[in-house]
């Protein structure tokens, strides 16, 4: 994936989200998203539509 497309999917994320911390995008599979935060977590959201969710919140 090139840097404009990752910076993208960041952008919509932490918009989405209203994140006060940065994050990097690790993996992308379909509609699942891997990302690390400045703390060294790493978290997985979910596309639905135009709304991100942490994979937890949709079981």
């Known amino acids: 994936m090139d840097?404009?497309?990752e910076?993208?999917?960041?952008d919509?994320?932490?918009e989405n989200r209203a994140l006060s911390y940065s994050i990097e995008l690790l993996e992308v599979e379909g509609d699942k998203?891997?990302?690390?935060?400045?703390?060294?977590?790493?978290v997985i959201y979910?596309?639905?539509g135009s709304?991100?969710?942490l994979e937890d919140e949709l079981d």
């Open 33 to 42: 998203y891997t990302v690390r935060n400045n703390f060294g977590s790493t």
């Open 46 to 48: 979910k596309k639905k």
């Open 3 to 5: 840097p404009a497309e």
């Open 7 to 10: 910076k993208k999917i960041v």
């Open 51 to 53: 709304n991100y969710f």
């Open 12 to 14: 919509e994320i932490l």
